[in-house]
């Protein structure tokens, strides 16, 4: 027997691509690729509804977060915004319809779906009777951050929070809370981040500064941002796509920049004003 034949099997070349191709199957079954998500989709919504009795406040809505990507979810109040997050987030549960996290179903297996999630939002602070750093602190305990105190340390500069660190949430300004609960949002370095109205309550200088922080986290890493505002200007400086909702269903979608000139508006702001009087009219002219 030649010295090629005494190679145990699993040295062999030939094994080894077999044994790639075994693997790469395997992925695409728990993936599933081909069907409702692309590798290059951190956040995949396929046919969401959500039901209270008689009242649809999501309707069959589908679409993709991208890596490296931020989208827009916009639309008036009562649109289905919020519903859509929570349901993201494991706190709603949907009607029907799928929701991925990097390829994980959210249904069969909520915490790996969840564990590379974050969120922030003006209506959900934290909580007003701990530290900031005592906030970061437990909540990174939860997340299982590496080398926490000095991830907390790198946040805390980040977003000028250091002279905060012993002050309870509860006293602080809602800017400056604001800036906590995004430093929190940012500790386990997500790889989907959802933002609801993240700026609403912070001045100019400091949201600018903060839509910087999100874009170069889109840009630098392996995730995608999903953002919903009524800041106009905010999201076509920020967003790379926006979907426009009404009563629960996406109306229009596209490249903020070019989206209001496609259907005869000056501006975004003007395409959103538009759809909350009149969406019949705006419903499928894309």
């Given at each position: 027997?030649?010295?090629?034949?005494?190679?145990?099997?699993?040295?062999?070349?030939?094994?080894?691509?077999?044994?790639?191709?075994?693997?790469?199957?395997?992925?695409?079954?728990?993936?599933?690729?081909?069907?409702?998500?692309?590798?290059?989709?951190?956040?995949?919504?396929?046919?969401?509804?959500?039901?209270?009795?008689?009242?649809?406040?999501?309707?069959?809505?589908?679409?993709?977060?991208?890596?490296?990507?931020?989208?827009?979810?916009?639309?008036?109040?009562?649109?289905?915004?919020?519903?859509?997050?929570?349901?993201?987030?494991?706190?709603?549960?949907?009607?029907?319809?799928?929701?991925?996290?990097?390829?994980?179903?959210?249904?069969?297996?909520?915490?790996?779906?969840?564990?590379?999630?974050?969120?922030?939002?003006?209506?959900?602070?934290?909580?007003?009777?701990?530290?900031?750093?005592?906030?970061?602190?437990?909540?990174?305990?939860?997340?299982?951050?590496?080398?926490?105190?000095?991830?907390?340390?790198?946040?805390?500069?980040?977003?000028?929070?250091?002279?905060?660190?012993?002050?309870?949430?509860?006293?602080?300004?809602?800017?400056?809370?604001?800036?906590?609960?995004?430093?929190?949002?940012?500790?386990?370095?997500?790889?989907?981040?959802?933002?609801?109205?993240?700026?609403?309550?912070?001045?100019?200088?400091?949201?600018?500064?903060?839509?910087?922080?999100?874009?170069?986290?889109?840009?630098?890493g392996a995730g995608g941002v999903l953002w919903t505002s009524h800041n106009m200007y905010e999201v076509q400086d920020v967003c790379d796509r926006v979907l426009f909702l009404s009563h629960g269903?996406?109306?229009?979608?596209?490249?903020?920049?070019?989206?209001?000139?496609?259907?005869?508006?000056?501006?975004?702001?003007?395409?959103?004003?538009?759809?909350?009087?009149?969406?019949?009219?705006?419903?499928?002219?894309?």
């Amino acid at each position: 027997m030649s010295a090629p034949d005494l190679m145990p099997i699993h040295t062999k070349p030939v094994w080894k691509q077999l044994r790639t191709k075994l693997e790469l199957l395997i992925l695409a079954s728990r993936v599933g690729w081909g069907k409702t998500y692309k590798m290059s989709d951190v956040l995949s919504i396929t046919q969401l509804r959500k039901d209270y009795g008689d009242t649809v406040a999501v309707d069959g809505i589908s679409f993709e977060v991208r890596r490296n990507e931020i989208v827009g979810l916009l639309g008036p109040n009562g649109a289905g915004k919020t519903t859509t997050i929570n349901m993201i987030l494991g706190v709603v549960e949907p009607s029907s319809g799928g929701i991925r996290v990097e390829g994980v179903d959210l249904a069969s297996d909520r915490c790996r779906a969840l564990e590379r999630t974050n969120f922030a939002a003006v209506y959900s602070p934290l909580p007003g009777n701990l530290t900031v750093s005592q906030n970061l602190r437990v909540f990174g305990l939860i997340y299982g951050v590496d080398d926490l105190s000095g991830r907390i340390e790198d946040l805390l500069k980040q977003f000028d929070l250091a002279a905060f660190r012993n002050v309870k949430c509860g006293v602080l300004s809602s800017g400056e809370q604001t800036r906590a609960a995004l430093a929190k949002a940012m500790l386990n370095q997500p790889h989907l981040l959802l933002l609801d109205e993240p700026t609403a309550s912070l001045d100019p200088s400091v949201a600018h500064d903060i839509r910087g922080r999100i874009r170069a986290h889109a840009a630098q890493g392996a995730g995608g941002v999903l953002w919903t505002s009524h800041n106009m200007y905010e999201v076509q400086d920020v967003c790379d796509r926006v979907l426009f909702l009404s009563h629960g269903r996406i109306l229009l979608q596209g490249n903020p920049k070019t989206l209001p000139a496609e259907h005869g508006k000056a501006s975004l702001e003007e395409l959103f004003i538009a759809l909350a009087r009149e969406p019949l009219a705006l419903e499928g002219s894309g």
